[in-house]
């Protein structure tokens, strides 16, 4: 007897977690989440969205510009193309 009230019990609290799973993907889909087609299509996204902050464009920007100018290849230079 036991035993079977345990299980009533635990079948009763997996019904409420798909309950409050479900009411969640509700609310969710409902706030306009969105499908992408790839991964990449997410990145596009999320970065149109977010806005970089100034001091990490700042850092890039000195990044960029302490970088060595790249140069032709060796054989492109002996070719003249």
Same mark, same amino acid.
């Given at each position: 007897?036991? !035993? $079977? +009230?345990?299980? $009533? #019990?635990?079948? /009763?609290? =997996?019904?409420?977690? +798909?309950? &409050? &799973?479900? #009411? +969640? #993907?509700? !609310?969710?889909? +409902?706030?306009? /989440? /969105?499908?992408? @087609? *790839?991964?990449?299509?997410?990145?596009?996204?999320?970065? @149109? @969205? &977010?806005p970089?902050?100034? !001091?990490?464009?700042?850092? =890039?920007? @000195? *990044?960029?510009a /302490?970088?060595?100018v790249? &140069?032709a290849?060796?054989?492109?230079? =002996?070719?003249?193309?």
């Open positions: 007897m036991k !035993q $079977n +009230s345990r299980l $009533n #019990h635990d079948e /009763a609290h =997996l019904q409420g977690q +798909s309950e &409050t &799973t479900a #009411h +969640s #993907h509700q !609310q969710s889909s +409902s706030q306009g /989440a /969105a499908e992408f @087609a *790839s991964p990449e299509a997410l990145l596009r996204h999320d970065a @149109a @969205a &977010t970089v902050p100034p !001091q990490v464009g700042d850092r =890039l920007r @000195a *990044s960029l /302490a970088d060595p790249k &140069t290849a060796w054989w492109r230079r =002996l070719l003249g193309r």
